[in-house]
């Protein structure tokens, strides 16, 4: 495992990725989305970008919350987390 530092101590991706889940845990998908891309400081438009569609349909996605598995594949690979901890 790759070893990353954070706050001072040294933790695994897979500590991390676990330990995102578990903050997660409760939400649905749209909220998983949107709380991680806050914590990462981007925007709607920026998250358009990396799933390669419109603003609009990054905004009927959350509305509605539904969601393309290629899509969450995107963002999980953008954001360097399983997509297991967006579903």
Do not use: C, H
Not at 77 to 85: E, G, P, S
């Amino acid at each position: 495992l790759t070893k990353v530092f954070r706050y001072g101590k040294r933790e695994s991706k897979y500590e991390r990725r676990s330990n995102m889940n578990s903050i997660l845990d409760g939400l649905d998908t749209a909220a998983k989305v949107k709380a991680l891309i806050a914590s990462r400081g981007k925007s709607q438009p920026e998250l358009a970008t990396i799933m390669e569609v419109s603003l609009g349909t990054v905004q009927n996605r959350f509305e509605k919350n539904d969601w393309e598995v290629s899509e969450l594949k995107k963002i999980a690979a953008a954001y360097d987390v399983d997509i297991t901890d967006l579903l």
